[in-house]
């Protein structure tokens, strides 16, 4: 290898290599983000569904109001906050397997690089952390990357049909046109909520399949044909 061609080889992986740990840390913004969301909206939820129960108990319950008042919070406001902070957490799910995907990438390239170079075994060079995440994917029969994720779509999803399960029966001997409109717009938030959540996990789960959250079977194929493209 001449000097020339050493020189640009390694300018190239100072680059990827400040290019994956700014990748890394956007990676940790993003999880760090869907906690925050997670914590907010469960937060939020809470106060709404506190407030209407306390609005239950008032003197007053027997007032018109104060059903359309917990009608309203039951019907349109948990599931809308539901709905909306199920997005941003699912944008930021998105955004940290694209990233995550990226710096698997970059692992098996470098790793490439240090086996042409120095001609190691590659199993006598050091795995990536995706890598590394893959192999404890392997040797784990409950597959705990997933389930993070299903417990949080569960929890996004049974919070506004809980919702207006509860709202239905509260408003079983009060219904009214009003009534009906609430129930109306919920549904659309709910089916807008599942239209939209549909597209991001099914890209999502494409995006499983490239970091190392698939069969072992789909990983050593898409690892081989990475390293042919590279």
């Known amino acids: ?25 956007e990676m ?3 999880i760090q983000h869907q ?12 106060i709404a569904v506190g407030f209407a129960f306390t609005l239950l ?3 007053t319950i027997n007032s018109p109001e104060i059903y359309r008042a917990i009608k309203f919070l039951l019907f349109v406001i948990v599931p809308g906050i539901s709905t909306f902070f199920s997005m941003l957490w699912l944008d930021q799910v998105y955004r940290q397997l ?13 790793r490439k690089i240090v086996h042409d170079r120095t001609k190691f075994r590659f199993y006598n060079l050091p795995d990536g952390y995706e890598a590394y995440l893959d192999s404890m994917a392997e040797d784990n029969s409950i597959n705990v990357h997933r389930l993070y994720y299903y417990m949080c779509l569960g929890v996004f999803l049974v919070l506004p049909f809980a919702s207006i399960i509860v709202g239905l029966l509260i408003a079983v001997n009060h219904i009214d046109i009003l009534s009906i ?13 599942i239209f ?26 898409l690892s081989r044909s990475k390293m042919q493209n590279i």
């Open 1 to 25: 290898m001449t000097d020339v061609r050493k020189f640009f080889l390694e300018q190239r992986i100072r680059i990827i290599l400040s290019e994956y740990s700014e990748a890394r840390s």
């Open 28 to 30: 940790k913004v993003n």
């Open 35 to 46: 906690i925050t969301l997670l914590a907010t909206a469960m937060s939020t939820v809470g």
């Open 57 to 59: 108990n008032r003197e």
């Open 98 to 110: 694209r990233v995550a995907s990226y710096i698997r990438n970059i692992e098996i390239y470098l």
């Open 181 to 193: 409109s609430f129930l109306a717009i919920s549904f659309l938030i709910f089916s807008a909520g």
């Open 196 to 221: 939209v959540g549909r597209i991001y996990v099914v890209n999502i789960l494409r995006l499983f399949r490239g970091t190392g959250r698939s069969s072992r079977s789909k990983r050593k194929k």
